[in-house]
């Protein structure tokens, strides 16, 4: 808990010169999720935030949708054979009536997994789960001008990347482009989770008029977090997978690629992206 980073000792070589300094490294730690006392999931994650972590997990999961769906979380006292408390296990409680789907190990290696199952089932999947459809939320339109300038907003509030160099980061803006929230985290998928839980707890889903920035690509996993939150435009600094593309066009979510600078790819959902010139055909 609060274990963001860590020092080890380096070995430095800078120009034929050695020299030993200690280093500031990115904490790793696996934290096991449950779901009303049994077992669910185990993600690998920076330590902080772990809360709001399963929250959005459980989003994401179609388990949670708002506030009064979840009762409570907290960390699992002796969790370890000497009844110590590690401050990697939670678990997730959930308001009376939620309706909690079978925890099977098949179901696990389903949903945890960052491509989802390739093929027709991923998609159908997202589609029909989602409490939110994106293609349904009221309209949203950004510029690339306003697109253009979010990475470099989301790189200076990267507190621990400054120190580490080995953090993703994921950030919300409304579509005038106001930072909402950044979270940090050593998988991107976790720095999603974390966003989307905290507004699950602070009763803000759906988020419907948000822009969602991750610094990395944008994975078949990125996007169904996006849906499954109702946030209408995903925007990432690297590449997309073609699965990702494939539910963007399925659900109407606008997934924006390779966003550096004034460049960028729209790969679905142009309609939200207010372009001026006509696209050349190539």
Known sequence: MGRVTERRKV???????VS????????????EIRLNGKPLAITMRTPGDDFAL??????SEGVLAEQADLQNIVYCAGATADGSNTYNVVDVRTAPGVRVPDITLERNV???????LCGKASLDAVRTTTRWPVADTPRVSVTPELLAGLPDRLRASQRVFDRTGGLHAAALFTEDGELVDVREDVGRHNAVDKLVGRALQNGGLPLSRSV??????ASFE?????????????AAV?????LAVDLAAETGLT????LRGSTMNVYAGEDRVALRATAAQG
């Open 255 to 258: 997934l924006v690629g390779f």
């Open 222 to 234: 990125l996007a169904q977090k996006a849906v499954m939150a109702g946030i209408p435009v995903l």
């Open 20 to 31: 030993t300094r200690p280093d500031t490294l990115v904490a790793e730690e696996p934290l």
């Open 54 to 59: 399963a929250a959005g997990f459980l989003v």
């Open 110 to 116: 389903y949903t945890t997994s960052s491509c989802g």
């Open 11 to 17: 070995i430095r070589v800078r120009d034929g010169a």
């Open 212 to 217: 969602l920035l991750v610094s990395g690509r």
């Open 238 to 242: 690297s590449a997309p997978s073609s």
